[in-house]
Nanobody, 123 residues
Framework: QVNLVESGGGLVQTGGSLRLSCAAS????????VAWFRQGPLKGREFVSA????????DYADSVKGRFTISRDNAKNTVVLQMNSLKSDDMDIYYC????????????????WGQGTQVAVSS
């Protein structure tokens, strides 16, 4: 397992931007898939985006495609989710997750999870 710590959540107006970071400690991400999920009240965890560390392959949920960008910083062993044009539907707790391999990366069957960071969007 990898120890994950998210940061960067907060309150933003509709149309605004936030930048979430997921930092790993304990080991490097080199053979991992790192993903962002989000979860609101009475909902399951919803896939947002993922990146395969080895070659930078990315994937996005249709609901965020074109607005969110996932990237990695090798030197800092960190994954960043840049969120632009935020909407009220984006308001949730966002979780970073990591696992070995890319298969089924949209499913919340990850070995390691962060504690979550709140994203709030006001109109």
């Amino acid at each position: 397992q990898v120890n994950l710590v998210e940061s960067g959540g907060g309150l933003v107006q509709t149309g605004g931007s936030l930048r979430l970071s997921c930092a790993a400690s304990g080991r490097t991400f080199s053979e991992y898939t790192v993903a962002w999920f989000r979860q609101g009240p009475l909902k399951g965890r919803e896939f947002v985006s993922a990146i395969r560390w080895r070659d930078g392959t990315t994937d996005y949920a249709d609901s965020v495609k074109g607005r969110f960008t996932i990237s990695r910083d090798n030197a800092k062993n960190t994954v960043v989710l840049q969120m632009n044009s935020l909407k009220s539907d984006d308001m949730d707790i966002y979780y970073c997750a990591a696992k070995l391999g890319w298969q089924d990366h949209r499913m919340p069957s990850y070995d390691s999870w962060g504690q979550g960071t709140q994203v709030a969007v006001s109109s």
